[in-house]
């Protein structure tokens, strides 16, 4: 009994002292910046921190997006390494690093779901003096509650005593606010009001006005110029699973590939869907959704979202696909716009796509990115080497008929 109370004791001892040491780490990095919300995290952390380093200011980022990264001061990035999977504890880690580096701030993002874990990520290893939430929408309900303002209270856990938070949140904003104020908190609504086409076009991937507005806001509040802080924004290096176009021109057919596996919540996938083919005409338009047997409900969820886009087929790849194509036929999409394709090699994926298409076809890839095998960045790594091949014959084909 007394070698239990000795353990005990032993135990609380080093936990405080390790709390102690931890408090110390994260007050010497002033600027401590925590984004969290159900889409566009990981872009905001990335726009934020470019913008950060761009107006002179030593900056830590780390990501939990597609790839968990480090990026430095430098914007240099380092990948993380998960041996036991994704645990918040991670997060003390980071700040244990980047204390060493000395940065003026960190961008963080939120890697719980759970609301209590995140509750304890903001409270115990964080304790941000600015708090971004993206935005409010229908995902992982699972765990934090069966509706959209149930996951917005979850979300606003990460909403500090006594700070700021910006959010580009406007349905439930009031909630947020609601949150903010009794945690005596400025809270401040973002809306892309002054961000321009021409802005969005210096970026060499797809970013949204939203994200871009968010980050912009955060910087300006920290200090940063609008016009440094963006053409930081615009010369980083995007996400992962940033939404990137694939273009392939091959056997007098033209491919559009559009990785959008990132969005993987019904809200999300259908605005991106209508802003990528809402104008299109004459064309087929493909939907791959890619499933994990692990969370099916988000399949069923982007298969009910599916019932309300103008798609000519929906293509069902990873795991469960026969079961994922039995549960379209029951909400009524056609079993001929139809196909459960599993797990099969990529080529062969390819082939059948191309062969839906009579001369122009716009695929977008939603769900989820990863699974067993990682299925969806395989459709991602595939479709992107088979853009470059049609690229450089197109590059040779102008050699030839333009030649130098």
């Known amino acids: 009994m007394l070698i239990l109370i000795l353990a005990t004791i032993i135990l609380v001892l080093n936990w405080i002292v390790e709390y102690i040491r931890h408090y110390h780490k994260v007050q010497a990095i002033p600027i401590r910046i925590h984004v969290n919300g159900t889409r566009g995290k990981s872009s905001v952390t990335r726009l934020i921190a470019a913008g950060l380093r761009a107006g002179n200011i030593p900056t830590i980022a780390k990501t939990t997006g597609t790839m968990p990264r480090v990026i430095m001061a430098d914007g240099t ?169 694939y273009v392939i021109h091959e056997r007098n057919k033209k491919l559009f590939f559009y990785n959008v596996f990132a969005a993987n919540d019904p809200d999300s996938t259908g605005m991106i869907w209508n802003m990528i083919t809402g104008h299109l005409k004459g064309v087929e338009k493909i939907i791959i959704l890619n499933g994990r047997a692990d969370r099916f409900f988000r399949s069923e969820q982007l298969v009910d979202a599916c019932t309300s886009l103008d798609f000519s087929y929906l293509i069902l790849t990873g795991e469960l696909s026969e079961k994922a194509m039995s549960y379209g036929c029951s909400k009524g999409i056609p079993k001929d716009k139809m196909f459960a394709f599993g797990e099969m090699d990529p080529a062969e994926l390819y082939e059948k796509l191309f062969n839906l298409t009579n001369k122009e076809a716009h695929i977008v890839g939603i769900g989820n990115i990863a699974g067993r095998i990682k299925y969806g960045a395989t459709i991602v790594k595939y479709f992107k080497h088979r853009s470059m091949d049609t690229l450089d014959s197109l590059e040779k084909a102008k050699e030839d008929i333009f030649p130098e």
């Open 77 to 245: 990035e380092a990948s993380i390494v998960r041996l036991m999977g994704a645990n918040i504890i991670e997060q003390k880690y980071i700040f244990r690093f980047a204390a060493g580096c000395n940065p003026k701030a960190i961008v963080i993002e939120c890697m719980a779901v759970n609301p209590i874990y995140q509750w304890i990520t903001e409270r115990m290893f964080v304790k941000s003096t600015i708090s971004v939430i993206t935005n409010c929408r229908a995902d992982h309900m699972d765990l934090m509650g069966a509706s959209v303002p149930s996951v917005t209270m979850s979300l606003s856990n990460t909403i500090p005593e006594n700070g700021v938070c910006y959010t580009a949140e406007e349905d439930y904003f009031g909630l947020l606010k609601k949150v903010a104020d009794e945690r005596k908190t400025k809270i401040i609504k973002v809306r892309p009001k002054d961000v321009t086409t021409n802005d969005l076009h210096h970026f060499h991937y797809i970013e949204h006005a939203e994200n871009l507005q968010l980050a912009l806001a955060v910087c300006e509040h920290v200090g940063v110029p609008r016009n440094v802080a963006l053409k930081g924004m615009q010369d980083a290096h995007p996400d992962p699973g940033a939404l990137k176009k």
